[in-house]
């Protein structure tokens, strides 16, 4: 089971998202997991990810003394280094890639180095398929999510759904996804600034940039 499991959006949509997660289970491959998980990220950071996390740790570290107004001015650029170095104790890992041939790369790596740990990939059915078949693994089994049930239309719009189920534990709330929509469609700020503070809202690293951008770009040309 994964928190990334509930993207919102058509297979698609995901054709630019690929989620890598590394997990070591409790009790039977966790005492000495720490040295292969940093291996693990330092696999992902070689095959230009869009981002990476340690599970509570994203590449944007924390700051003090901030407000609201800082993060338009903070500097954007992750720090992959220093999410491996903060891996300290057992838990998950993980990157997001937004191009196929990267993310088959590091996959095909990941598999080659064998860590005894359980590997994941969360994308498009197809996606993640054509992936292995390239790795020569066999996939074992696909996880589904049931489509999004809302008899009383209380959820909001796909546009919004699509960037706020990034974070698959809910730190990027509806109403702050529909406000950077509204801020790039009002050209207050730029797609590619929206996305970059979406991103800082999800900190065990799976929210993918990449496809923030496109989506936002996406539904302000829809709005025209």
Known sequence: MTNTLHRYGSAESFRDDYIIFAIPAKGLNDDDCIPKLKDFLRICAKHNPANIGNGNRSSLAPEKGLKPSAHWTRNKKPDWNKVI????????????????????????????????????????????????????????????????????????????????????????SFNFAKKMLDMVREGRRTPEDAAATLVRFCPCGVYNPVRAKRLIEEACKEQR
């Open 85 to 172: 170095d903060e891996v300290g104790k057992s838990g998950t890992v993980s990157a997001v890639f937004a191009h196929e041939n990267d993310a088959q790369a590091c996959f095909d790596e990941v598999v080659k180095a064998d860590f005894g740990l359980s590997v994941n990939m969360s994308t498009s059915v197809e996606n993640a398929k054509r992936v292995a078949k390239a790795c020569g693994v066999s996939r074992h089994s696909v996880e589904y999510a049931l489509p999004f049930n809302d008899p009383h239309d209380h959820l909001p719009n796909s546009q919004v759904l699509e960037l706020s189920t990034m974070c698959g534990h809910g730190m990027v």
